[in-house]
């Protein structure tokens, strides 16, 4: 799965497929599995840019996560990859990066921001999740 994210340069899911894949959520028909749907959110670019690509794939998260917790590690794992990049590191900063798109809330509904919130507060999650990013990008870059 992650070899198939990490190489999404010529096979990258489209704004068209993301909007689907929300909606089928949001309307309890998505018949996509877990792995499908961790696929399809890891070979997105929501932004060229890491804070652009970073707010992108935290609302993917707390768009996707209240209808599937069980992959919320997963897509934590695809949004901390841009923060890395812009040099955060530390569990705490990356904590506090997180709890700030939470606040800013560009496109998150209320229920979205507090899904960010709660992450923001899961230092465990995020480390692990953090941790699991660095093992991928040292394997697939």
Known sequence: MWQTIYNKANNQTTREEIDELLSSLEDGICNLTDDE????????????????AVHGYLEMLAAVSPFRTNITH??????????????????????????????????????????????????????SAFTTMLKLEKLYQ
């Open 37 to 52: 749907i961790i696929i399809k959110v890891g070979r997105y670019i929501p932004s060229q840019g890491c804070e652009g």
């Open 74 to 127: 997963n897509l934590l794992v695809i949004a901390l990859q841009p923060i890395y990049y812009m040099g955060f590191e530390e569990t705490e900063r990356l904590c506090q990066y997180i709890a700030a798109v939470a606040r800013e809330g560009r496109n998150l509904n209320n229920s979205q921001q507090k899904v960010l919130a709660d992450l923001a507060t899961q230092k465990t999650l995020i480390e």
